[in-house]
């Protein structure tokens, strides 16, 4: 057995071809009808000899190298001073369904436990949400973010705090038919399903705020996510799933409510402080007892914040 092939290779050159198919790995990267494989070669020098045994030599950087050869050269491949090393190509696979299994969300969410989200509330302090993704929106097209604060525009900021807009989600459901037009029921509708006789596109006739501003631009947006690193926090906790085929990547409380804090940022570059993530905690945790539900937050910020010595 060579040393400079890896194991793996070498037990693929040893197992049947029906062995090979049914492994689901050893016949990765073989071509049966051409009896060819595809390999990683590590070299030093030049492969200009190689080429004169391979089908096909692909230099990469750092001394690697793809390289298709027929199966009964390898082992003259092997021989070259030039290679160091040869393995097989392995399979990649997307790793959100693996996250899923080993965090246990795909076990809660069937029988016995049948476990959704629904009732829960799901916080979310970040760099905020892309709220017209369908994942955080209802069957009928409605948001499922019962509030957002956004700390990085100026407008009415939650009561009790002093800086940025807060939005409800009457205010959302607006936003989302003005940009969406006849995504949802009546859009001047009140919560009791009554209309208000208005023409403005929200419900109870309210004006939408938020940075400073009031009107019914319909190419306003109350809020973005600039990083989208909020969004995908809150998809992994709380989509539901609506964005992916069959809802394949849904998340771990697909049917709870959410409430968003988009943290701001004092300059381009930089990244929020800790006394937003402080005053957007304390909100979430005020808007759930307000509400009387249970609520977990989700904060995915963070840095070393000391020495972490005993003392400190």
Known sequence: ????????????????????????????????????????VKYSGSLEPVRDIAVSVTEL?????????????????????????????????????????VSCV??????????????????????????ENPDFRNEDGTTRIAYLWDQ????????????????????????LERNDPGSFADP???????SDGASDGTPGGMLV????????????????????????VAGIAAGNGRGSEGRRYRGAAPESEL????????????????????TGVDYVIRKALELRMPVAVNISFGNTYGSHEPYN
């Not at 290779?9 to 009896?35: I, K, M, Q």
């Open 1 to 40: 057995m060579n040393q400079k092939i890896e194991n793996l290779l070498n037990l693929a050159f040893e197992a049947t071809p029906e062995e090979r198919e049914r492994s689901g790995e050893l016949d990765v990267g073989y071509d049966p009808e051409e009896r060819e494989w595809e390999l990683i």
């Open 61 to 101: 950087l750092n001394g690697y190298a793809v390289v298709v050869i027929r199966e009964e050269r390898i082992e003259e491949l092997a021989g070259f001073p030039e290679v160091e090393f040869i393995e097989k190509p392995k399979s990649l696979y997307f790793q959100a369904d693996v996250g899923r299994q």
């Open 106 to 131: 795909d076990a809660v969410q069937t029988a016995p436990y049948d476990l959704s989200g629904r009732g829960v509330l799901i916080g979310i302090v970040d760099s905020g949400i892309d709220y």
């Open 152 to 175: 990085s525009v100026s407008g009415i900021p939650p009561s009790g705090y002093a800086a940025g807009s807060e939005f409800t989600r009457e205010d959302i459901n607006a936003a």
């Open 188 to 194: 001047d509708s009140t919560p009791d399903g009554t």
């Open 209 to 232: 705020g938020g940075a400073g501003e009031t009107g019914t631009d319909p190419d306003r947006i109350l809020s973005r996510d600039i990083s989208g690193h909020g969004t995908a």
């Open 259 to 278: 409430i968003i804090v988009k943290m701001k940022s004092p300059q381009p570059g930089c990244f929020p402080r800790t006394t937003e993530l402080m």
